[in-house]
């Protein structure tokens, strides 16, 4: 037998006993490839790519019976590739419509759909049946949405009510650097078409009709009702986690619950969804247990799930079914679908279901945090929870020390599972998430509880002892978390991955978790490629914002910024990814750049450049290019041929097609990575734009004046 028969032998006999525990688990893996493989395509497709793809998938159906049995996976799993590009091509056709093209300053008359905080504690309004002065109905967004600056105004913010006021208008930004979250394309799914600002008061045009955001209006209603019972920071996060209105919670108690791994208690995510459910299910079914004549002629079990059922409905609907809510609702309807059809409850299959569903409905929750978070940690606890009951068995507990240590467990199962995917959205790992989630989630039940029995009673008017239980429990919890957040060592930074790291992690753990025998310690493989690129991942050495007026230069102290106000989310943005706590100011202080505030120069490999401000910048594009190889500037600069030669000019006209810039460092110079590489649908450019190596030309003229050469 030659090496290649005896290496074939090893590896057959070293995975005899390995095969996939159920086919069924990997088919949302496979659709999720596809869905990758399309947001990774540089253009956008043509129509008829989506109908020759459909021929593609319709041959893969009709191959599944012809061919052998042995390669029906490889043609099924094809076939779920193939139905996730078609199911993101579908998306696109739904959600389609506009952005605003330029910038736009005027009045702006609007619905009221949505009210939330900015990450500057600013209510925000969001607007729908938009109307814009000298923009046609076809060219104007679907929705805007308005920070409000100043003091806020109770009366208007009612949804469903008709607002008209004056505010700047923009469109959605794309990403700060390239490979970061890309705001401009979550907001055009979420039809978002413009975002801006307003100083003006918000004067009301019409009041809302009987059925104008009747859903919305219900959720204020709730809302101020939980608030006037529950006074403070405590009723905002009361009324938050039960009806999704998080208009009313500081930036304080979110940086608080984020910083103690508490977000996910006011996310409205499976958990609220499972406490809540879960109580009106035990409700109904003890409740009719103790009726005998009924207990005697229906069965209370499913009669329970049907009207749990009702419940987890209505609390989607009411919550806003984001990504996480709707994953919780898709699981508690097939764990209430098993008790009336008599099956087993909870299973990996049900998982990937609600994926396959969700997936296919809306292919880009795929990229949202709040899927990864959702699932990893569903699928953590379903495949754990069972194993390590048996082990604290075998261990010799039992009794009440049974649950409690499950409690503990489980907790940190979901923690672990959910801890790269929190890391790389947040950048930055909790210290004490364990401690904060041992001491808070059993209260949360309470709260989830209570919530629903004021609910039931308050129609007679008896609700008020239920609400202030729910105070209690609320005020408990922010406890915790505000003591959490205070200890010291609470979040270590921890940089932005790269763009291969969360797909790899996720890989590695599905494939282990999937495959049983030996094979399943292949998944260890993409695991430890994944961990490596992350703690080697390298930062841009230089950063320029879209608008140019910000740049940020690596440097030993981290990155140093070039002024210290303006393109305030870029900064905050840059240093997050750098896994860097500093604050813009701080950042504007440090050793990087040097000059006057409106003439910032730096070096990077050799490279001179100077970032311009002020009235007066395109005035000084000269003077800087006889120093300086880069010249930024937030303005437009002339054409091309009166550019000076041997310089390259960053102007408004080149970031309006590029997007953000960074520059990686080259054996030979620094290389030009734009955010618009791609055109696609949401990206506002038509033509991409390629990176661009730029090099020293050291014999042009001496080293800036006062500056050592790097």
């Given at each position: 037998m030659g090496k290649a028969g005896q290496a074939w032998a090893w590896a057959a006999h070293w995975a005899k006993d390995s095969a996939p525990t159920d086919g069924f688990l990997a088919t949302p893996v496979f659709l999720a490839f596809g869905i990758g493989a399309w947001f990774g395509l540089q253009a956008e497709p043509k129509p008829q790519f989506y109908i020759a793809l459909a021929g593609v998938l319709l041959g893969l159906l009709s191959f599944v019976r012809l061919s052998p049995w042995r390669l029906r996976p490889l043609v099924i799993a094809l076939a779920f590739v193939v139905v996730g590009v078609l199911a993101c091509g579908a998306r696109i056709w739904v959600v389609t419509s506009p952005m605003l093209a330029q910038p736009y300053y005027g009045p702006v008359q609007g619905r009221i759909v949505d009210i939330d905080r900015s990450q500057s504690d600013a209510i925000r309004l969001t607007l729908d049946q938009v109307v814009l002065t000298e923009i046609a109905p076809d060219q104007t967004p679907a929705k805007v949405r308005i920070s409000l600056k100043g003091a806020p105004q109770a009366a208007p913010y009612e949804m469903g009510r008709t607002v008209l006021v004056t505010a700047r208008l923009s469109a959605p930004e794309s990403a700060a650097e390239p490979g970061g979250f890309d705001f401009r394309r979550m907001a055009w799914y979420m039809q978002l078409g413009a975002v801006g600002y307003t100083s003006s008061?918000?004067?009301?045009?019409?009041?809302?009709?009987?059925?104008?955001?009747?859903?919305?209006?219900?959720?204020?209603?709730?809302?101020?009702?939980?608030?006037?019972?529950?006074?403070?920071?405590?009723?905002?996060?009361?009324?938050?986690?039960?009806?999704?209105?998080?208009?009313?919670?500081?930036?304080?108690?979110?940086?608080?619950?984020?910083?103690?791994?508490?977000?996910?208690?006011?996310?409205?995510?499976?958990?609220?969804?499972?406490?809540?459910?879960?109580?009106?299910?035990?409700?109904?079914?003890?409740?009719?247990?103790?009726?005998?004549?009924?207990?005697?002629?229906?069965?209370?079990?499913?009669?329970?799930?049907?009207?749990?059922?009702?419940?987890?409905?209505?609390?989607?609907?009411?919550?806003?079914?984001?990504?996480?809510?709707?994953?919780?609702?898709?699981?508690?309807?097939?764990?209430?679908?098993?008790?009336?059809?008599?099956?087993?409850?909870?299973?990996?299959?049900?998982?990937?279901?609600?994926?396959?569903?969700?997936?296919?409905?809306?292919?880009?929750?795929?990229?949202?945090?709040?899927?990864?978070?959702?699932?990893?940690?569903?699928?953590?606890?379903?495949?754990?929870?069972?194993?390590?009951?048996?082990?604290?068995?075998?261990?010799?507990?039992?009794?009440?020390?049974?649950?409690?240590?499950?409690?503990?467990?489980?907790?940190?199962?979901?923690?672990?599972?959910?801890?790269?995917?929190?890391?790389?959205?947040?950048?930055?790992?909790?210290?004490?998430?364990?401690?904060?989630?041992?001491?808070?989630?059993?209260?949360?039940?309470?709260?989830?509880?209570?919530?629903?029995?004021?609910?039931?009673?308050?129609?007679?008017?008896?609700?008020?002892?239920?609400?202030?239980?729910?105070?209690?429990?609320?005020?408990?919890?922010?406890?915790?978390?505000?003591?959490?957040?205070?200890?010291?060592?609470?979040?270590?930074?921890?940089?932005?991955?790269?763009?291969?790291?969360?797909?790899?992690?996720?890989?590695?753990?599905?494939?282990?978790?999937?495959?049983?025998?030996?094979?399943?310690?292949?998944?260890?493989?993409?695991?430890?490629?994944?961990?490596?690129?992350?703690?080697?991942?390298?930062?841009?050495?230089?950063?320029?914002?879209?608008?140019?007026?910000?740049?940020?230069?690596?440097?030993?102290?981290?990155?140093?910024?070039?002024?210290?106000?303006?393109?305030?989310?870029?900064?905050?943005?840059?240093?997050?990814?750098d896994g860097d706590l500093a604050l813009q100011g701080v950042a504007a202080t440090r050793v990087g750049f040097l000059g006057e505030k409106t003439q910032r120069a730096f070096q990077i490999n050799g490279l001179r450049g100077v970032v311009l401000s002020g009235k007066e910048a395109g005035g000084n594009v000269a003077a800087a290019c006889a120093v300086a190889d880069i010249v930024v500037l937030p303005a437009r600069f002339g054409p091309a041929p009166l550019r000076p030669k041997g310089c390259t000019v960053i102007d408004a006209t080149l970031l309006r097609q590029s997007g953000a810039l960074a520059g990686v460092l080259q054996d030979d110079g620094l290389l030009l990575v734009p955010v618009h590489r791609a055109t696609r649908i949401w990206s506002g450019v038509t033509r991409p734009m390629k990176p661009l190596l730029l090099q020293p030309n050291a014999a042009r003229f001496a080293a800036l004046p006062g500056r050592p050469d790097p």
């Amino acid at each position: 037998m030659g090496k290649a028969g005896q290496a074939w032998a090893w590896a057959a006999h070293w995975a005899k006993d390995s095969a996939p525990t159920d086919g069924f688990l990997a088919t949302p893996v496979f659709l999720a490839f596809g869905i990758g493989a399309w947001f990774g395509l540089q253009a956008e497709p043509k129509p008829q790519f989506y109908i020759a793809l459909a021929g593609v998938l319709l041959g893969l159906l009709s191959f599944v019976r012809l061919s052998p049995w042995r390669l029906r996976p490889l043609v099924i799993a094809l076939a779920f590739v193939v139905v996730g590009v078609l199911a993101c091509g579908a998306r696109i056709w739904v959600v389609t419509s506009p952005m605003l093209a330029q910038p736009y300053y005027g009045p702006v008359q609007g619905r009221i759909v949505d009210i939330d905080r900015s990450q500057s504690d600013a209510i925000r309004l969001t607007l729908d049946q938009v109307v814009l002065t000298e923009i046609a109905p076809d060219q104007t967004p679907a929705k805007v949405r308005i920070s409000l600056k100043g003091a806020p105004q109770a009366a208007p913010y009612e949804m469903g009510r008709t607002v008209l006021v004056t505010a700047r208008l923009s469109a959605p930004e794309s990403a700060a650097e390239p490979g970061g979250f890309d705001f401009r394309r979550m907001a055009w799914y979420m039809q978002l078409g413009a975002v801006g600002y307003t100083s003006s008061p918000v004067v009301t045009w019409a009041l809302p009709g009987l059925w104008d955001a009747s859903i919305n209006r219900l959720r204020n209603r709730l809302s101020a009702g939980i608030m006037a019972q529950v006074a403070g920071d405590a009723g905002a996060f009361a009324s938050g986690a039960l009806t999704g209105d998080q208009s009313q919670i500081t930036a304080q108690v979110v940086n608080d619950l984020r910083v103690s791994s508490l977000a996910h208690l006011l996310a409205i995510s499976g958990m609220n969804m499972a406490f809540l459910t879960g109580f009106v299910f035990a409700l109904i079914r003890y409740g009719l247990a103790l009726v005998p004549p009924v207990a005697l002629r229906i069965n209370t079990k499913k009669a329970a799930a049907i009207l749990a059922f009702g419940a987890a409905l209505f609390y989607l609907v009411l919550s806003g079914a984001n990504v996480a809510t709707t994953r919780a609702f898709l699981m508690v309807s097939l764990l209430l679908g098993s008790v009336l059809l008599d099956r087993r409850v909870l299973t990996l299959r049900s998982v990937a279901l609600a994926a396959l569903i969700l997936l296919i409905w809306q292919p880009e929750s795929l990229l949202a945090p709040g899927f990864q978070l959702s699932f990893a940690a569903t699928i953590a606890l379903i495949a754990g929870y069972a194993p390590a009951e048996r082990f604290l068995r075998d261990k010799g507990l039992s009794g009440w020390l049974v649950p409690v240590a499950m409690m503990v467990v489980t907790s940190g199962m979901a923690g672990l599972a959910t801890a790269p995917f929190s890391a790389a959205t947040f950048n930055q790992m909790t210290a004490y998430g364990l401690l904060a989630n041992l001491l808070t989630v059993p209260v949360m039940s309470v709260l989830m509880g209570a919530g629903v029995v004021a609910a039931l009673l308050a129609p007679v008017g008896l609700a008020a002892p239920a609400l202030v239980v729910m105070g209690w429990a609320a005020q408990w919890i922010l406890a915790v978390a505000h003591w959490i957040a205070g200890l010291n060592g609470a979040i270590t930074p921890v940089p932005q991955p790269g763009p291969w790291v969360i797909p790899l992690i996720t890989l590695g753990a599905l494939w282990a978790l999937i495959w049983q025998g030996r094979a399943r310690l292949l998944g260890m493989a993409p695991l430890a490629l994944a961990f490596g690129l992350w703690v080697t991942v390298e930062r841009p050495a230089l950063l320029i914002s879209s608008d140019g007026v910000l740049a940020g230069v690596l440097g030993p102290q981290g990155r140093a910024l070039s002024a210290s106000r303006g393109a305030g989310f870029s900064a905050e943005s840059w240093l997050a990814d750098d896994g860097d706590l500093a604050l813009q100011g701080v950042a504007a202080t440090r050793v990087g750049f040097l000059g006057e505030k409106t003439q910032r120069a730096f070096q990077i490999n050799g490279l001179r450049g100077v970032v311009l401000s002020g009235k007066e910048a395109g005035g000084n594009v000269a003077a800087a290019c006889a120093v300086a190889d880069i010249v930024v500037l937030p303005a437009r600069f002339g054409p091309a041929p009166l550019r000076p030669k041997g310089c390259t000019v960053i102007d408004a006209t080149l970031l309006r097609q590029s997007g953000a810039l960074a520059g990686v460092l080259q054996d030979d110079g620094l290389l030009l990575v734009p955010v618009h590489r791609a055109t696609r649908i949401w990206s506002g450019v038509t033509r991409p734009m390629k990176p661009l190596l730029l090099q020293p030309n050291a014999a042009r003229f001496a080293a800036l004046p006062g500056r050592p050469d790097p």
